[in-house]
């Protein structure tokens, strides 16, 4: 456990601060190198409802770690958002006729502008669906759908829990799986 300062949350609430030294098992499975170091640290509760800041370390995949963080909180509905900067980051573009993602590698040093999206569960699991926009050093941003990056130095994230569960359902025409408020 680490001795950062104290966060002073809604109404009060002060949350202890939590370093986490994470497992050699959860560095083989999130692809951390080994040793790396990332803190989690409770924000606020209420209710049942949590927020998390969530601080990536250097070479962390963000997918990864994020989906494991999500599947050990069960967290089954959430809504994040993040800046930082990646050494890497593939986006995406979704392509209506092929319903698929053409791939967009960008591999150079860039700033991580925005990133928001949601964690909802579908067939019992995790997952992630979120946009991000980057800058180069030329001040040229570029966009798309998040599908994985490798954070350089860091990347600060908040992860809210939202009251009602998430689930995606598989929908026929795009191919995609979407959120059902009803499901």
């Not at 680490?2 to 609430?13: F, V």
């Not at 969530?54 to 070479?59: A, M, T």
């Not at 130095?153 to 998430?166: D, G, N, Q, R």
Request: with cysteine; glycine share 10%.
């Amino acid at each position: 456990m680490g001795t950062g300062p104290e966060i002073r949350g809604h109404r009060g609430y002060v949350a202890p601060p939590l370093r986490l030294q994470v497992s050699r098992r959860w560095e083989l499975r999130c692809g951390l190198r080994a040793g790396g170091r990332h803190e989690i640290q409770l924000l606020y509760e209420e209710k049942g409802l949590k927020t998390f800041v969530l601080v990536f370390d250097k070479d962390e995949q963000v997918k990864e770690s994020l989906l494991a963080f999500a599947a050990q909180n069960r967290l089954s509905a959430a809504q994040l958002s993040a800046i930082g900067a990646f050494s890497e980051v593939t986006l995406g573009y979704f392509q209506r006729p092929s319903k698929t993602y053409k791939e967009i590698p960008i591999r150079e040093q860039v700033e991580v502008l925005s990133l928001s999206g949601n964690i909802a569960v579908k067939d019992g699991t995790p997952g992630l669906h979120a946009h991000v926009v980057v800058g180069k050093s030329d001040g040229t941003a570029h966009g798309g759908h998040f599908l994985q990056a490798k954070v350089w130095p860091t990347l600060e994230m908040i992860v809210s829990e939202t009251p009602a569960h998430l689930r995606r359902v598989q929908d026929d025409e795009t191919g995609l799986a979407l959120l059902n408020p009803a499901a």
